[in-house]
């Protein structure tokens, strides 16, 4: 048996509509972005590298209070 991850290939626009929510889609982003780190620090996935454009932009969204989905 083998197990694939996969998605249906959408443009952004049309994720968040089928969502319904942008401030949902916005904290679900920054959250997975958290869980980047948080989870290779944990040993729960391996290290990968984050751009310096991105963390500056997670900051600017944690600070503006896109905060539910944070660990």
Do not use: H, K, W
Not at 31 to 56: K, L, W
């Amino acid at each position: 048996m083998s197990v694939q991850c996969a998605s249906l290939p959408l443009a952004l626009d049309d994720y968040v509509a089928s969502i319904g929510d942008p401030n949902r889609v916005v904290n679900m982003l920054v959250g997975d972005t958290q869980r980047i780190e948080v989870y290779a620090d944990q040993g729960f996935a391996i290290p990968q590298p984050m751009p310096d454009e991105v963390r500056q932009a997670f900051q600017q969204l944690v600070d503006a209070g896109y905060t539910s989905r944070l660990v």
